[in-house]
């Protein structure tokens, strides 16, 4: 793990963010308790904390200088949609502590992790809701983000339509994409929707662009 976290370093230090002591054990308290829990509950794939490092906290923290440049609160409250494990939330909460995040979940043993995780990190602002957006009715408090995130979430044009309507007026849905994003016209037109960027990132040790898209609303 020392050579994966030395890596990791220099990753965020290029982005403008700082791995302290501290963010690095809220890390490793978090993928110990994924780990631990992947042996009784299918939770993810990977086995291995070092690819979990650099893959997956890696690609959380990536999404953080497109997130501070497009929102403009201090405290901007963000929603991890289809959290999953929690790997892309948890690493924007780790690393960005002065936001807000939500991981929303809806399959209960991942939420049921996640809140494992939540209670054992203390993360203070993170909270874990179980809800599938699009489908389930959510109150005021759980729409009007600044940000919503989502990785594997669904094709384009359907997670579009999923975190879009989670968003305050002015706030973005910043969607993974292996390559740079192309949304249909049409979609985008019959959703109100525009493709602000699509940032291009590597993760460590990899030769391809994977891009992270933007998207706003008209």
């Known amino acids: 793990m020392e050579e994966a976290f030395a890596i990791l370093e220099t990753f965020a230090g290029e982005r403008g963010v700082e791995l302290t002591a501290h963010k690095r054990k809220l890390i490793e308290e978090y993928i110990g308790a994924l780990l631990e829990q992947n042996k009784t509950v299918n939770l993810t794939a990977e086995a291995d904390a070092s690819s979990i490092l650099l893959r997956h906290i890696a690609d959380g923290l990536a999404a953080i200088p497109v997130l501070k440049k497009h929102t403009n609160s201090e405290h901007p409250r963000i929603c991890d949609v289809g959290s999953g494990g929690g790997f892309i939330?948890?690493?924007?909460?780790?690393?960005?502590?002065?936001?807000?995040?939500?991981?929303?979940?809806?399959?209960?043993?991942k939420f049921k992790f996640l809140n494992m995780a939540a209670a054992r990190t203390g993360l203070k602002g993170l909270r874990v809701l179980k809800k599938k957006a699009g489908v389930d009715r959510l109150n005021s408090l759980e729409t009007g983000f600044d940000a919503v995130v989502a990785r594997a979430l669904a094709p384009l044009p359907e997670a579009l339509k999923t975190c879009l309507p989670l968003l305050k007026e002015g706030g973005v849905f910043v969607d993974y994409e292996s390559d740079r994003a192309r949304a249909d016209p049409k979609t985008l037109a019959e959703?109100?929707?525009?493709?602000?960027?699509?940032?291009p990132y590597r993760l460590p040790g990899e030769d391809k662009d994977r891009h992270l898209a933007v998207f706003g609303r008209q």
């Open 191 to 199: 959703l109100s929707a525009r493709l602000v960027e699509s940032f």
């Open 89 to 109: 939330g948890m690493s924007i909460k780790i690393f960005w502590p002065e936001a807000e995040v939500t991981l929303m979940e809806a399959l209960d043993r």
